[in-house]
């Protein structure tokens, strides 16, 4: 099992539903070479409103519903392993933003927060 704490990185890949790489959705794709590199951590959430780059409202309300939706795609890890794994996401040439930003990891595959006035 992959453990992480302390400084990290998040890697955010935004989407439209309809991205696609060789006939397999690209959020897909992403999390499956995410799985394959190791990755502490990937998951994909679909968007009910938004626009990008083409300025163009994408949104499930009924009176202009929108068969492209916007999707995010959030990897956790390491500073080292997301640097591995950018061209792989340059590899596929992602159409949409590509966002990274350092976090800190609290708590990771324990189950448990740690208390943040104990002393070690």
Same mark, same amino acid.
């Given at each position: ?55 163009? *409202? ?6 202009? #519903?929108?068969?492209?939706? +916007? %999707?995010? !795609? ?14 792989? *996401? ?6 949409? #933003?590509?966002?990274?930003? +350092? %976090?800190? !990891? ?15």
């Amino acid at each position: 099992m992959t453990t992480l704490s302390g400084p990290a990185e998040r890697l955010t890949i935004y989407l439209g539903e309809s991205d696609r790489h060789h006939h397999v959705a690209m959020h897909a794709e992403i999390i499956h070479r995410a799985h394959a590199a190791g990755m502490a951590g990937a998951s994909a959430w679909k968007g009910f409103e938004g626009y990008g780059a083409n300025n163009h *409202i994408h949104t499930t309300r009924i009176l202009s #519903l929108s068969d492209d939706l +916007p %999707i995010m !795609v959030e990897i956790i890890d390491t500073t080292e392993k997301i640097d591995a794994f950018l061209p792989q *996401i340059r590899d596929l040439d992602v159409s949409g #933003l590509v966002v990274r930003e +350092p %976090i800190q !990891v609290v708590s990771y595959g324990s189950g448990a927060t740690p208390d943040p006035g104990a002393t070690t």
